[in-house]
């Protein structure tokens, strides 16, 4: 009987060992889980940050294209009133110059 019960809580010790080496062995690859977990999350913020600075970057620049172009328009829209003008300028003395030479060929 002693051999027995001596056998039996060998067995119960040899269950109870193989549960905790069970139990370390799960605690390391749940550790090692997260770990990789925080790892790949920490990863995913630093590119999600670099993406935004970029983008801020290249929104920066675009803007600044934007400005330089309008400015350029509102160039080009003064050259073109300032041409108009001389044209206008230019067809007044073309027509009184014509009336002047009506005058003279009735006259």
Known sequence: ???AQRQAKKHVE??????DDFQRQAK???ETA???QKRATDDAK??????????FREKALCLKRVKEEEKKCEE??????????ALDEVNREVAERMAAEQEKARG
């Open 14 to 19: 040899m269950a109870d060992k193989e549960v």
């Open 1 to 3: 009987v002693e051999e």
């Open 28 to 30: 390391k690859e749940v």
């Open 46 to 55: 630093k590119e999600v940050e670099e993406a935004q600075r970029l983008l």
């Open 34 to 36: 997260q770990f990789r």
């Open 76 to 85: 080009l829209e003064l050259e073109v009133r300032a041409l108009k003008l």
